[in-house]
């Protein structure tokens, strides 16, 4: 009998020893710093025990907000040696030492997931963060859409590091001139868990141009070799947008713009129909095709509201097709590999909110067959960032925050479920 009891103790620990007092690091170590998706997650995780506690991580989070409305990716609140590439390599001047992209917008989401617990008395600071996050959600509108897609400029951007997605678009970057430079994540997780040097070469040299260009968004979107169309980001804005516009017209906050980013965003998901793959898939930019790819954020349309059969089926199939879902990259293409970070293997954060859209749109069955993996997964093998999809050994960094916190929100049993 597996004590889910021990496994929420052992989660909120996690949560607590990775707390940093107003913000929380992925895990200690390999992730010394604050980033942004991870700490949108972070928040739900303490909004059960501590609400007042989830605010602060979110309001710590905008308060590293740039001017021009952009909310970075990692925040560099304190200098850490073991961590590259650092605020010296970014060369951005925010409010708070930060990398100059951004990352997944779920903030909003998460914020009215906070609120919703106890309306009366968020009602305060989810007011306060409301202009912020139209800010941010404005910014993508304004730099970040092509069609009304949402584009990232760096695969890290896309919080999917070494996805497939990318692999066409990075292989048009030539890095000559990055130079020499230390890794620091290969030193603490197993190399064949991470990216290669291939693609760590042109992470720095898109990194270096972006601090070249002063991280302008418009000399940035100028002849730039990488700019690709995300489902995932397109996904989790149009969701984010929505949640937003509730808290905003709850604040008395202009919903008109807020609208016209809806209907946007909505005809930018037709752009990313890939007919071909029968999937949606992501879109390079520059040159116009398609990835060819069946990834775990093809599967996040639920959660942006937009029904698609053939979507079912894909999730099924790749459902079928490994014992632990849902991989990152369908288990039967080409580039499958069930270690390697975002080509293969299983996110939990992922998982959670493919199954909340599931779950909204009336696939209950499909939503409760992804939290029943996700959760015997943790429970039989830990808190890790992510889990091979075929043999379920936990890869990447331990006592994961994000791993910890879904646990909490969703996948343990005390959560609701079956
Ligand atoms: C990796 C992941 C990214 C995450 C970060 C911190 O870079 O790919 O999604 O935000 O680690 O956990």
Redesign the pocket.
Known sequence: MTDYQALDDEARKILRDNDRGSYTV?TDGL?PYQ?N??SAFAAMGFAGSDPDRAWTELETLFSGQWQNGMVPHILFHKPDPGYFPGPDVWGCSGPIPSSGIS?PPIAATMARKVWEQDKGAGHPRMSALVPKIAAWHRWFMQWRTDRGAVCITHP?EA???NACDWDGAMAAIDPQGVGEYTRRDTGHVDPAMRPTKQDYDRYIWLVQRGRRLEWDEEQMARDTPFRVADPGMTFMLLRATRDLRAMAEATGFDTDEIDAWITRLRAGVETLWNAELGSYDSRDVVNGGFAQCVSNASFLNWYAGIENADMLAQLDRVMDAVPHGVPSYDPEGPKFDAKR??RGPTWGIVNTLIAWGLEDCGHAAQAERVRRTTRDLIAEHGFA?YFDPIDGSPAGGGRFT?TAAIWLAWATPAAGGN
Do not use: K
């Open positions: 992925p992730y980033w998706w991870d990352q890290w919080g999917r590091d970070y975002w960032e994000w």
